[in-house]
Each structure stands twice: as C-alpha cells, then as structure tokens.
C-alpha cells in the first residue's frame, strides 16, 4: 500500500502547473500563447519557428526563459510577468484535494518553475492559499529552472526541507529525477505513466493517491 512508503515524510513538495489542476484547464497553454509572442518578438521570427523555438528551450534548457537567457540573454523579470498575465477564472476551487492536502502531517510547500505571485493567484483559485507553509518560485533558485539539480538544491536548502524525509509529486517526469537522486519519494502526476527508475508511484488522481496515504 502506497501509505507505509510514506511513513517518513515530513515534508511535502508539489509543483504547480499540472499538478495542483488539472491539465485539462488549459491554463498553461495560455501562457505557451504569451512566450511564443515573446520569444517572436526577441528573435524577429514568425510564429511557427517561435513556436519551435518556444519548445526546443524548454526541452534542452528545461524552460523555454531559460533558453531566451542562455541564447539571447534576455531580463528574466520583464518575461515572467508578461508570460503571467493570463485568465485565472479558468481555474476554480477543488474542495477535495484541498481537505488531503491539509490532512498530510508535516510541512507542505510549492516549488514551480513559473514565479511566487503567479503560483499565490492559482492557489487562491484553486481554494489552496492557506493550505501551504512556503511557496517557491524559479526565482528564488536564481532563475536556474527544474529538472537542474542545482535549482532543487538552491531551493531546498534555503528552506531547510531534509531530502530524505521528503516527498515531491510533480507532472514532468524530468523534473523528479534530481529528487530522486537527493533520496525523496517521487510521484508522477499525469494522465498516463512514465514508467522510470526515478518515478516510485503514478497517479492520474492526486486527491485519490493522497487519500490512500492516510488509510
């Protein structure tokens, strides 16, 4: 049962986009939408190879913010506000998820590659904004993005979380190998699994899975 694997947890890391909602709300394709403009309007190229672009960053620097630093060494600041201004009234409150999220002993904390204030405004929409000890974003690991170990460490260490004793649920399976690799329980929320030698549990039903950890 996935709860005796749990046992030692004291600290609970989720990331946002994906996994605190579900994907089906679409919420980040409206903000593909706004980097696609933006990385259009750095380069001078037409939407489909922005587009490309827009994806190539992100699969080889692990954001598309960290490919426009590296290759054009543009101000991180300017671009996630922008890539933020999007519609939050797609999202709406889960009830559910939020009573197994509170019932879990220990801390519970946020960590996305998107930016604190984006990651507070889901929260509040998804009923979840009391719900949390700390919220990180991608700058308080100096813009270095996830699945970088180096912005897993930053991040971890600043807030003084044990590895060990910790667990992160996450929707892009890249992103759990660094904690893996730092000794936490790892669970992959998604449609459909990714089988992997970092990924420990599979859910596509995070309010359900956390249900079990409580049985």
Do not use: C
């Amino acid at each position: 049962m996935p709860a005796e694997h749990f046992a030692h947890v004291e600290t609970w890391v989720f990331d946002l986009d994906n996994t605190l909602y579900p994907p089906e709300t679409a919420l980040f394709a409206q903000i593909n939408v706004r980097m696609t403009d933006y990385v259009m309007r750095v380069t001078g190229v037409d939407r489909t190879e922005a587009d490309r672009l827009r994806h190539l960053y992100w699969r080889e620097h692990g954001t598309t913010l960290a490919g426009l630093m590296h290759h054009h060494d543009i101000d991180p600041d300017p671009f996630l506000i922008e890539v933020h201004e999007i519609d939050f009234t797609v999202l709406g409150p889960d009830q559910a998820l939020a009573d197994r999220i509170a019932a879990l002993p220990g801390r519970r904390i946020v960590y996305t590659n998107g930016t604190e204030p984006y990651a507070r405004r889901v929260l509040e929409r998804r009923g979840f904004s009391d719900l949390f000890d700390a919220v990180y974003g991608v700058e308080h690991a100096r813009y270095t993005p996830k699945p970088r170990a180096e912005a897993f460490e930053a991040v971890f260490g600043a807030d003084g979380l044990d590895p060990i004793r910790s667990a992160m649920f996450e929707d892009d399976p890249r992103n759990l190998a660094a904690p893996h690799a730092m000794g936490m329980r790892t669970v992959h929320v998604a449609p459909e699994p990714e089988p992997a030698d970092h990924i420990h549990h599979h859910t596509d039903d995070l309010a359900a899975f956390l249900g079990l950890l409580r049985d």
